[in-house]
């Protein structure tokens, strides 16, 4: 069965077209997402970007000149663009450092305004997209059961099932 999505990049090509292109290690690569930090060594990250051509890359603490140049370095040695990834749940300066941050989520959470975190999401992506990413790892969906958890309980809208459900799905409508 062959597929309906193309992408352009140059010429239109089907996904078939393009995997049997690939050969089995490129194939592998597509399933990987490597993170980088902005202070990685930049001759290191070309390296990997270069020997392994992953599928994704996991940007963080970057500047935006940082994102775009390893962008286009992974884009240079891959045969299919590469998905950006980035951590936003504490606001778009985890991923680029020249953007704002954001209260946790325990604090929006407390606001128990859907629309309020909807546009506070369209806003947060609007900004990282036109920082280039692609994959927003946001928001967390715990529902925090203990309070003395600190791996959670800040990053969760709240301890209620009904009310994380709700918060979520208006931040990420937004998204």
Not at 47 to 69: C, H
Request: aromatic share 8%; charged share 25%.
């Amino acid at each position: 069965i062959k597929s309906n999505f193309a992408f352009d990049r140059g010429e239109k090509m089907q996904v078939d077209d393009i995997i049997e292109k690939l050969s089995v290690e490129e194939l592998v690569g597509q399933l990987l997402c490597f993170d980088f930090y902005g202070k990685d060594d930049p001759k290191e990250i070309e390296r990997i970007l270069r020997d392994i051509k992953p599928g994704g890359i996991f940007l963080q603490q970057m500047t935006a000149e940082q994102v775009k140049t390893y962008t286009q370095i992974a884009n240079k040695y891959s045969a299919v663009p590469v998905i950006v990834a980035g951590e936003i749940e504490g606001g778009a300066n985890k991923t680029i450092v020249e953007l704002d941050s954001l209260p946790n989520q325990m604090a929006l959470g407390s606001a128990d305004d859907p629309e309020l975190l909807e546009k506070l999401g369209r806003v947060l992506g609007n900004a990282c997209r036109k920082g280039g990413f692609h994959w927003a790892y946001s928001p967390v969906v715990d529902i925090n059961y203990n309070f003395m958890a600190s791996a959670s309980n800040v990053r969760c809208f709240s301890d209620s099932p009904n009310k994380e459900k709700k918060m979520a799905k208006a931040f990420i409508n937004g998204l």
